[in-house]
């Protein structure tokens, strides 16, 4: 007769805990291994689960949670509230200084964008003349105003792409993506947010270099000049707010609100 392995003092507890002797046989609750959602990933957690109706319950709160945390993230509103504000300012707003909003100066812009091969060199030289390299970066900041409402539309758009015709896990009920395509919108999301926060303070700056400039770099005019920038140019000022909501490092909410007052 071969040797017995020894067994673990856990053993034996359990053993004499059933009412059975040390060399009786041990019965050990079944090791079953479950899917978990957890941080945007999948991970495995081991559970003791000796009535199968509880293994069933489990298994349908995770394909539950797994289907609706993905579009249903506080970011993915968030972004969209931070569209929303877009679209309002777009749609009601003056974007070509003319009365014409967003979506007919979509069309402005694009017209003007097609003529400036035409005219930007003769530009270039008169502001040259006149007014020395600051000339060249008024008219760059002409430039920067000429294109603002295709940049700021399609900056908008472009924060939505990515994929929402996967399934979670194989699965098709969720038509909206999990985790990785959650993940690649957060990214197209930040990308967007950086490229239009760089192109709005690079117009904000040389719109204000210009008026300097106008103004003969007379310092008691900057009230004057930043007064007119925010009447002029509100819409675009409320679309550049807009844009803090594609960042999904930032939180819109009442309660990161409350909890940045208190610490301030």
Not at 12 to 37: N, V, W
Request: aromatic letters at 14%.
């Amino acid at each position: 007769m071969g040797l017995m392995p020894p067994q673990s003092s856990c053993q034996i507890y359990l053993s004499r805990a059933m009412g059975g002797s040390d060399d009786s046989q041990i019965q050990i609750p079944k090791t079953i291994i479950l899917p978990e959602f957890k941080n945007g990933q999948e991970s495995l957690a081991e559970m003791d689960v000796e009535d199968p109706s509880a293994l069933e319950e489990a298994e349908s709160s995770t394909s539950e949670t797994t289907s609706n945390v993905p579009f249903f993230s506080g970011y993915t509103k968030q972004k969209a509230a931070a569209t929303g504000l877009f679209a309002f300012s777009f749609l009601v707003g003056d974007w070509w200084w003319d009365g014409s909003n967003g979506f007919s100066a979509l069309i402005e812009s694009t017209l003007s964008v097609s003529e400036m091969p035409i005219w930007v060199s003769d530009a270039r030289r008169h502001m040259y003349s006149v007014y020395g390299f600051s000339g060249i970066l008024i008219l760059i900041s002409w430039a920067l105003w000429e294109i603002a409402p295709l940049v700021f539309f399609w900056g908008f758009a472009l924060s939505w792409r990515g994929s929402y015709g996967a399934g979670v896990n194989d699965e098709p009920s969720n038509p909206l993506g999990g985790p990785e395509e959650l993940e690649q919108r957060r990214r197209s999301g930040k990308s967007s947010y950086r490229f239009l926060i760089s192109f709005s303070i690079l117009l904000f700056v040389l719109d204000c270099f210009q008026n300097m400039v106008w103004y003969g770099w007379d310092l008691l005019a900057i009230p004057k000049i930043l007064s007119n920038f925010g009447r002029d140019n509100i819409w675009q000022v409320i679309a550049f707010g807009a844009v803090f909501g594609l960042n999904p490092e930032n939180e819109w909410s009442w309660r990161s609100w409350s909890r940045h007052i208190r610490v301030k």
